[in-house]
């Protein structure tokens, strides 16, 4: 397929990225945007959003830019009245948002749990019902939600964040089968080793380790939310992808 014929394929596409001021988000952003979409980009770090915006602008594109705490559902709500007012509705939604506390389940702190489990998983379904609301007006829509390989695999004292991205996983195949009928797609993608700052001071053994011989960036994301938003695959719902290089189907035992 040309180049012309895949820029053509998100023209007139409203995307709707969450935690779009860094990292992953602001990949996907400026993907999107390359490939015609209108986009939104949303984060509660104004910071974060103003310097995707500065990118994108440099490339001759122009995002609405939310600034919203998806801990909040009130902030929530108000985002999507507001894609509403300005755009009519979101056709593409990538649940992108979440963050991790890193502590000893003995230590971890009840605020701490709940602040990673509503903004993680709470945030991704109310996010989700709000942008399917408006998909079923428009005829159907399609939304990624970003898991992690730490929804079936762990290392210590991730407890919040795992719990939270596990739960994402269940929630992506209910609402799928739930939204079907309004020919709404809901599918997630796990990611693994995503190095997402300086990727030329990775060490030799960070790349070895993994079976596809390297360590992920931003862009294997982006090429998996393109499959799973592309409306050519129309047949593709309730499932997640692994990215991560093959890490989760390797053993590995300390010699």
């Known amino acids: 397929m040309g180049k012309e014929q895949q820029q053509a394929r998100y023209t007139q596409q409203v995307v709707l990225i969450t935690g779009a001021g860094a990292g992953i988000g602001q990949a996907l952003a400026l993907a999107y945007a390359r490939e015609g979409a209108r986009v939104i980009i949303a984060d509660r770090n104004e910071n974060g959003l103003a310097d995707t915006s ?23 709500s108000g985002m999507f009245t507001r894609i509403g007012e300005i755009t009519g509705g979101v056709d593409i939604l990538i649940n992108n948002a979440g963050f991790g ?76 089968v739930s939204l079907g009928p309004d020919h709404i797609r809901v599918n997630a993608i796990c990611p693994g080793w995503i190095e997402t700052r300086d990727y030329s001071a990775l060490r030799k053994e960070d790349h070895t380790q993994h079976p596809a011989g390297r360590v992920g960036r931003p862009e294997d994301i982006v090429k998996a939310c393109f499959y799973l938003t592309d409306p050519d695959n129309d047949f593709v719902t309730g499932i997640h992808l692994d990215v991560d290089g093959g890490m989760s189907r390797r053993m590995i035992y300390e010699e």
């Open 54 to 76: 500065k990118q994108l602008g440099a490339e001759g594109y122009e995002a609405i830019s939310i600034t919203a705490d998806l801990s909040v559902p009130g902030e929530i």
């Open 101 to 176: 506390i890193w502590k000893s389940p003995y230590d971890l702190e009840l605020e701490e749990w709940d602040s990673v489990i509503h903004t993680n998983l709470r945030g991704t379904f109310l996010c989700s019902r709000e942008a399917a609301m408006q998909m079923r007006t428009r005829g159907g829509g399609a939304i990624v939600n970003l898991s992690s390989t730490r929804a079936h695999m762990s290392e210590p004292n991730s407890e919040a964040y795992a719990a939270s991205k596990a739960g994402i996983l269940g929630l992506t195949h209910a609402m799928a």
